[in-house]
Structures are given as C-alpha cells and as structure tokens.
C-alpha cells in the first residue's frame, strides 16, 4: 500500500492550506483509520487529526476549531483541511493508514513540509 501526499507549501499566519492523502496499491481493509501526523524539528511525531472509516474523528486539542479532516471511502483518500494557521504549525505532515486484522497494518506517506510565517 502506497499513500500519496499532496497540499503543503508555505503560507503567512493567519492562512489556509489543504492536504490531501491517496491510497493504493495492495488490500485495504475497509474497516481503518486515515490520519495526519506532524513532526516539527526536534520534537517527537504526534497525532494532529485521524478519522476512521466510520467517520469517527480525533483531534489534537492545539489544532480543535481551526483543522478539519475528512475522507472519501469510495477513493481511500483523507483530506485536512487546516485554517487559522499558526507558526507553531510548522512540521512535516505525515499521511498514516492503518488497520487492525489479527497483526496490525500501518502505512506512511513519505511527509509534506507545512511552513507557515509569522
């Protein structure tokens, strides 16, 4: 399974910008968790937003009210929508897919940089 990420760029505080994560190749069970990641310089990898295929959402408090993440099952696609950016956003955004089938399957997209200035 591949997960292709597209949406990051640089952008002034206060902006906007959308990911988008695709999936394919391989099996994918259509009972999983698509989510989004972030990892800043020198800091651990942390969960910004997931949503499983049920459509039952998680987010970071840092990022509640101003990201939203959907998905289209029908494409195994997750979306984030994020608003209101901070410099504090500033990571490389990391697609994630995952499912639980006797063993636990998890994927990774290869990251897109998120800069925001201020």
Known sequence: VQLVE???????????????????????FSSNVMGWYRQAPGKQRELVASMSSGGRTNYADSVKGRFTISRDNTKNTVYLQMNSLKPEDTAVYYCNLKWSWSSLYEYWGQGTQVTVSS
């Open 6 to 28: 597209s949406g990051g760029g640089l952008v002034q505080a206060g902006g906007s910008l959308r990911l988008s994560c695709a999936a394919s190749g391989g099996s994918i």
